[in-house]
């Protein structure tokens, strides 16, 4: 597919995140995402971040196979999860399960540093490059069991704030 074939399949994606916020707003506790969140969404490529044989979907608001028995989540989950996170510019996060590097790199948009752990080198390293190739150069990847997280860099990465979760429906 064109990369211009694909503009309105993204504009849709963003369109159909924004009304699953916003019937629910009781759930999630607010009504629309952050813009910076949804710039990101509407920012990253999906389609290059999914294998070409499921690339004419990449837009739909469905997790897609990436290969191994993993997915990559549907964009609404992706823009949940992201702004649930409440990222500053500043921050550094740490993100275990890279995948092929779509969220890595959503959250590259929003964050000084992402750190990602992939235990599946051959995701890793298909990670790297479509990383590298978006242009993702705050993201440092590590093929690695991310059980621990990066002991190397958890001087940096974002505490987890487990009171933005409250009254979300991801109580723990």
């Excluded at 759930?27 to 509407?42: L, N, P, Q």
């Excluded at 150069?137 to 979760?165: D, T």
């Amino acid at each position: 597919m064109r990369t211009e074939d694909l503009e309105p399949l993204r504009e849709h994606m963003l369109a159909v995140i924004a009304a699953c916020a916003f019937a629910l707003r009781d759930t999630i506790g607010k009504s629309a995402f952050d813009e910076r969140v949804m710039t990101a969404m509407c920012k990253v490529p999906r389609h290059e971040f999914v294998p070409i044989e499921v690339q004419p979907y990449a837009y739909a608001n469905i997790p897609l196979p990436i290969g191994f028995e993993k997915t990559i989540s549907q964009p609404f989950i992706v823009a949940l999860m992201t702004d649930l996170l409440d990222i500053k510019a500043d921050d550094s996060v740490l993100e275990i399960g890279t995948g092929l590097g779509y969220q890595a790199a959503i959250l590259a948009q929003l964050a000084r540093k992402v750190y990602s752990v992939e235990i599946i080198e051959e995701l890793g390293q298909a990670a790297k490059q479509r990383l590298r190739q978006q242009g993702c150069s705050n993201v440092e990847l590590k093929i690695a069991n991310g059980y621990h997280g990066w002991s190397e860099q958890m001087k940096e990465i974002l505490p987890v704030r487990f009171s933005q979760l409250e009254g979300t429906g991801f109580d723990l």
